[in-house]
């Protein structure tokens, strides 16, 4: 017998038609029995008399036994139109020379083969990577159902089928009807088809468009609903569906069958183990501080998530801190869309982002903390008061721990102490005293953009001058002097024209409804740009001196600039330039006191009546009225303004919450800047200040004049100054010189004393206006601190 040896070739075939993938089921697929029949069937029309119904009968329950699990058989087959290749679900079409009443039956069965393809064509799809961690469990349970419920359930139909002679076509529905599996399996189909049009919608849909869309519902709403929670949210829209989406679907089906108590049972254990991932991602979150979500499935988004973070800079920046972490808006559970339900995601981002500073603060990978396993079934903490439990008590933890590291670890009531030390003066008077005394010729002189060699200067007196700080105050030690480029005029009226405009409703409505109806992002950025283009500039103004620019900057080290923001210390440093101001002009009208009561000149007695009433005297009481002033707006600011908000913030230490502590910090630096004498008043006491500042450079040149007003003092100071310098006085002292001297000397004095009284009550009359309008200036004890402030002031203006 001669051998034959045959050899076996494989070749690819590259079909060119693009509806077919080069690796799709081309190799030993099964041939459909649509348009390749495997073997010839009976006729079903020599089965249709009575005898022969029961082989007609038995025919028909093994197609549907097939059917049951996704294929055809010889008297039910696939659509003509049917493809394996493509996603699409088969149409079975039923012989027609089938008895009728078997037909009806087959209806009912054909559904659940539909479905259970429907089914596994959807498992292997959500296998993929790509559609996260919750789908691809979902894939797994369905894999699990098949493999272990329901192919078990069909086998032992099959076999009754073989087995039982009278098993009929009646009994095969009916076990299916009664099965409780086939019920599942419904239920999986249900939701993998509302995942699959959540998708199909994500496919369909401008995903930019709708981002914009979200973004501005949301602003929306926050104009209509105000909150104290503001929230950093993320409005983009996910192209899969995946996480919290894919929860919130099986959530509803469980809301939908709550009638089935056995429907109920499946989906809920079903929810309980799709969620295990997203339980694990919300456990690290709150008692970790951790983001694990590399699908991005989880509630909480990381904007830095793809930014290079090794940098210090970037680490440990409070910026960062504020706003990498955002609440993903795409995909919030039910629990969350309730009425308290931004308190809830306020307190869930809160809690990681301050186990964060845990982590970063003492350089550890991980916290000691004991988690006791508390979210090992997601069902139940979604139910009831459950999760708003799980969220207060991580929350709770997260701020006592932070808390404990602030106060205690970092001394943080030390720092706020120090912070109002240096820059507000508090129980330091006679440091910025000393600093402006010892400075105050440099600060008077102009301010040049060439100003390198006299903030040296300064910096070096001031860094010479921390020798005598206690060690411990780190204010002090990373405090740093500068000549601002701005003036403190450019810089408060910046925040006082922004206010006027939010305060003016037609500008504002006129702005809201561009921003609210704008169609896109590029279109709004227009806007923004647009609108800042054409907020209002200050005038422009005159040369200024040097203490107008004077700054006192500071770096608050990590994790204390999570408490004491780069905008805190931006207030700090503008209420610090207010009160160096007052100080300052003080410090010049308590030299020009000197001058005018102590010189020899100014008390010369041999001036004639109308040069002691109309320039002595009337200097005198002008120079009296601007002392006061200043001294008591000052006072009025720094006891009643500034010692009413620190008592706030010293006190801060009582605090149950690091949102607490920002808030009590944040609204005492607010309410001292939004005081009249920092807001509304702000323009009036520059050019009061103005004034003061001219007539104080006035009384410094008036010796020299003084001198040319009388005969004697003329002989005795400017003769001998003449010959001494080798300059002769040719015309020595002139009557009718003097006469219009006095005349012009007094004249200008009076213009100034006119001025100065007409800005005074102007500021009297803001004063009372917001007195009249604000009940919260009245302290504890029901005193009416600006009343007393008008009171004096009325009494200086008499």
Not at 146 to 172: A, C, G, P, Q
Not at 346 to 359: C, E, S
Not at 501 to 524: G, M, R
Not at 602 to 608: H, T
Request: hydrophobic share 35%.
């Amino acid at each position: 017998m001669e051998v034959v040896q045959i050899e076996d070739h494989v070749q690819l075939n590259l079909n060119d038609s693009l509806d077919t993938p080069i690796l799709s089921k081309l190799v030993n697929y099964e041939p459909l029995s649509n348009t390749n029949l495997k073997f010839k069937s009976f006729p079903l029309s020599e089965l249709s008399s009575t005898e022969s119904f029961r082989d007609q009968e038995s025919l028909v329950i093994k197609d549907l036994l097939n059917v049951l699990l996704g294929l055809d058989g010889a008297y039910i087959r696939y659509n003509n139109s049917f493809n394996p290749v493509n996603d699409h679900i088969p149409d079975f079409r039923i012989a027609k020379k089938m008895d009728s009443t078997l037909k009806a039956l087959c209806n009912k069965v054909v559904k659940l083969g539909r479905q259970y393809f429907f089914v596994c064509r959807y498992m292997e799809r959500l296998s993929d990577l790509s559609f996260g961690m919750v789908l691809q469990r979902l894939s797994f349970e369905i894999r699990q159902f098949i493999r272990l419920y329901y192919l078990r359930f069909v086998n032992s139909l099959e076999k009754e089928f073989i087995e039982n002679l009278n098993f009929s076509i009646r009994d095969l529905v009916q076990k299916i009807k009664d099965s409780e599996i086939v019920k599942q399996l419904e239920l999986f189909y249900l939701i993998c088809l509302k995942i699959d049009n959540e998708m199909n919608l994500r496919n369909n849909i401008d995903l930019m468009e709708q981002d914009f869309n979200n973004f501005i519902n949301d602003l929306k709403d926050e104009t209509q609903y105000k909150s104290d929670i503001l929230l950093a949210t993320d409005s983009s829209i996910l192209p899969i569906p995946r996480g919290g989406i894919i929860l919130k679907i099986v959530q509803e089906f469980i809301e939908d069958n709550l009638g089935d108590k056995s429907s109920v049972t499946f989906l809920k254990n079903l929810l309980n183990s799709i969620s295990v991932n997203y339980c694990d991602m919300l456990q690290q979150w709150m008692t970790q501080g951790e983001l694990i979500d590399p699908y991005n499935e989880f509630m909480i988004c990381d904007a830095m998530k793809n930014a290079d973070l090794k940098t210090n800079y970037l680490k440990y920046d409070d910026r960062l801190w504020f706003t990498r972490y955002r609440i993903r808006k795409d995909g919030l559970l039910k629990k969350f869309e309730l009425k308290d339900g931004n308190v809830l995601l306020f307190k869930v981002l809160m809690t990681g982002k301050l186990l964060n500073i845990l982590r970063t603060s003492l350089n550890m990978s991980k916290l000691p903390i004991d988690s006791n396993n508390d979210l090992t079934d997601f069902v139940q903490l979604t139910e009831g008061t459950n999760l708003e439990l799980y969220i207060n008590k991580w929350y709770e933890n997260a701020n006592r721990l932070c808390l404990q590291l602030y106060f205690e670890s970092y001394d943080l009531e030390l720092f706020l102490n120090c912070l109002q030390r240096e820059y507000f003066g508090y129980q330091n008077g006679n440091g910025i005293s000393i600093f402006l005394q010892r400075n105050i010729i440099d600060l008077s002189r102009h301010y040049s953009k060439n100003h390198k060699g006299l903030e040296r200067k300064l910096s070096q007196y001031f860094e010479s001058q921390k020798q005598f700080v206690p060690s411990d105050n780190l204010v002090s030690q990373r405090m740093t002097l500068q000549l601002d480029k701005n003036s403190f005029q450019q810089v408060i009226l910046q925040y006082v024209q922004q206010d006027n405009i939010l305060n003016d409703k037609n500008p504002l409505q006129d702005s809201s409804d561009k921003i609210l109806h704008a169609p896109n992002f590029e279109n709004l950025r227009s806007i923004l740009l647009n609108e800042a283009s054409h907020l209002p500039k200050s005038s422009k103004e005159s040369r200024k001196s040097n203490i107008h620019y004077l700054q006192f900057n500071l770096n608050v080290p990590y994790p204390l600039n999570i408490i004491i923001s780069r905008i805190c210390i931006d207030q700090y440093q503008i209420i610090s330039r207010y009160i160096h101001l007052l100080q300052y002009h003080g410090k010049l009208l308590d030299d020009t006191w000197f001058e005018i009561n102590k010189h020899k000149i100014w008390r010369y007695k041999g001036y004639n009546s109308n040069i002691n009433r109309t320039i002595i005297k009337r200097c005198r009481i002008l120079h009296n009225k601007m002392n006061n002033f200043v001294k008591v707006v000052l006072e009025y600011f720094t006891q009643n303004v500034i010692d009413k908000e620190i008592t706030k913030i010293i006190n801060s230490n009582k605090a149950t919450t690091i949102n607490d502590l920002q808030n009590v910090l944040q609204e005492s630096l607010t309410n001292i800047m939004t005081n009249c004498c920092l807001s509304q008043l702000i323009e009036i006491q520059l050019q009061l200040f103005e004034i003061i500042h001219k007539f104080s450079k006035f009384i410094i040149s008036m010796r020299q004049k003084l001198c040319r007003l009388n005969p004697t003092i003329y002989e005795h100071y400017l003769s001998r100054s003449y010959e001494e310098n080798n300059n002769n006085a040719q015309d020595g002292y002139n009557e009718e010189e003097a006469l219009l001297l006095t005349s012009n000397i007094g004249a200008y004095i009076e213009q100034v004393y006119f001025g100065f009284d007409q800005h005074v009550e102007a500021f009297i009359e803001g004063l009372t206006h917001y007195y009249n309008s604000r009940t919260e200036v009245r302290d504890s004890a029901g005193n009416d601190n600006s009343g007393r402030l008008i009171n004096s002031l009325r009494m200086l203006k008499g």
